[in-house]
Nanobody, 122 residues
Framework: QVQLVESGGGLVQAGGSLRLSCAASGGTFSSYAMGWFRQAPGKEREFVAAITRSGGSTYYADSVKGRFTISRDNARNTVYLQMNSLRPEDTAIYYC???????????????WGQGTQVTVSS
């Protein structure tokens, strides 16, 4: 069973930056594609970014393209989300998930972390 633990969330002013981390344990990290999703109050969980098992390909939601960067370190069993130029509409709980094949849909992600809150003030 894979365990995922997110960290790095917090309160930041608009235009600021945060770096989220998601540490994995209990499985072979390099066997899983990883994704970041977010969920704001009253809204469904939405795709943010995803990365293939090797890190060779990345995918982004249009709303974050050019501002966020997903990366992974398979030696450290960790996936990252660098978030720059943050906006109030980026406020949400951010979750990382893992699945065998990369996907931009939350369906099929077998494992999820507990989430980390990101709040962007205007």
């Amino acid at each position: 069973q894979v365990q995922l633990v997110e960290s790095g969330g917090g309160l930041v002013q608009a235009g600021g930056s945060l770096r989220l981390s998601c540490a994995a344990s209990g499985g072979t990290f390099s066997s899983y594609a990883m994704g970041w999703f977010r969920q704001a109050p009253g809204k469904e969980r939405e795709f943010v970014a995803a990365i293939t098992r090797s890190g060779g390909s990345t995918y982004y939601a249009d709303s974050v393209k050019g501002r966020f960067t997903i990366s992974r370190d398979n030696a450290r069993n960790t996936v990252y989300l660098q978030m720059n130029s943050l906006r109030p509409e980026d406020t949400a709980i951010y979750y990382c998930g893992s699945r065998m094949a990369v996907s931009t849909s939350p369906r099929g992600y077998a494992y999820w972390g507990q989430g980390t809150q990101v709040t962007v003030s205007s």
